[in-house]
């Protein structure tokens, strides 16, 4: 990321949970700082996780909630139980926005940029979803 900062990168971090351990906090606080210097590198951060309760543990919350709150852009998908109570606290969703979390429709999402919000729906060919293999429940 730093080696150009001209040239525009992107580093995507799936399965962000894998990343989170309260006994070797490291990897939160790379993710967290290289969040706050992205934008200074032409430079992108992706970080992708099912539950926003990994990242709000007490001995943790200090660099995974900076992580929830830092961006500007946020695309949010179903969810229901603690997750969905805590997204619902973390962003003060609305009635109708919690709704749209806990459908749970395939496709279906609310997309925070800054201050405004939006739900959005993806609308994927069938036969794309052959490029994403079977894992997963699809």
Do not use: W
């Amino acid at each position: 990321m730093s080696a150009c900062r001209t040239e525009r990168v992107l580093l995507i971090c799936d399965e962000a949970y894998l990343m989170i351990d309260p006994n070797v906090p490291q990897s939160l606080v790379f993710l967290r700082n290289v969040e706050k210097r992205a934008r200074k590198y032409e430079a992108g951060l992706v970080i992708i996780s099912h539950s926003v309760v990994d990242f709000l543990a007490p001995e943790i919350k200090m660099y995974g909630q900076a992580l929830l709150d830092i961006p500007c852009i946020k695309l949010l998908m179903g969810c229901d139980g603690k997750n969905l109570q805590e997204t619902q606290e973390l962003y003060n969703l609305t009635d109708a926005e919690t709704e749209l979390l806990e459908s749970k429709r395939r496709g279906h999402a609310l997309f925070v940029i800054g201050s405004k919000r939006l739900h959005i729906n993806f609308e994927i060919p069938s036969y794309k979803f052959g490029y994403m293999g079977t894992a997963g429940g699809r």
